[in-house]
Structures are given as structure tokens and as C-alpha cells.
């Protein structure tokens, strides 16, 4: 039986159906405090692109795997 946890999310990028296996971590430093942290989620053919997009505008970006709620994540840090 599956549940929630279990199952992927779609990518953030606009249009794409494909499941998400990364997760990307930004904040807008005119707007969120330093402690705020927005998520978008990604597949692999748009997870450069997403990030990217973010940094392009200067804000601060992590990338980490998508791990499953109560997983501890592994992380590829960016920025």
C-alpha cells in the first residue's frame, strides 16, 4: 500500500508532468527573511534550469535530493 510519502511529486517547472527527484531551496532576499526558505522540486532534465533561473536573479539556491518526508536528505549545495 502506498501513501502520501510515497509518492513522487510532479517537476515545478511549468508543464512538466515528469516526477520530481530533486528539491531546490531559494530565497528572495528582497522579500523572505534570512530564515524563510521557498521549494520547488525537479526531474533531472529541468533541475539545472530551475536553478539557474534562481540564480540568475541572485538569489540564494540549495539543491538536495528529494528524499520521501522523515528521510534525511543528501544535498549537493549550489549558489
Not at 511529486?9 to 534570512?34: L, M, Q, T
Not at 536573479?57 to 549550489?78: Q, Y
Amino acid at each position: 500500500m502506498s501513501t502520501a510519502a510515497d509518492t513522487p511529486s510532479d517537476c515545478s517547472r511549468a508543464g512538466c508532468r515528469a516526477a520530481a527527484v530533486w528539491r531546490i531551496e531559494w530565497r528572495n532576499p528582497k522579500i523572505h527573511p534570512v530564515d524563510r526558505r521557498k521549494v520547488w522540486v525537479a526531474c533531472d532534465a529541468h533541475r539545472d534550469f530551475l536553478r539557474d533561473y534562481l540564480a540568475a536573479r541572485d538569489f540564494p539556491v540549495s539543491v538536495s535530493t528529494l528524499a520521501p518526508i522523515g528521510a534525511t536528505a543528501g544535498g549537493e549545495g549550489s549558489q
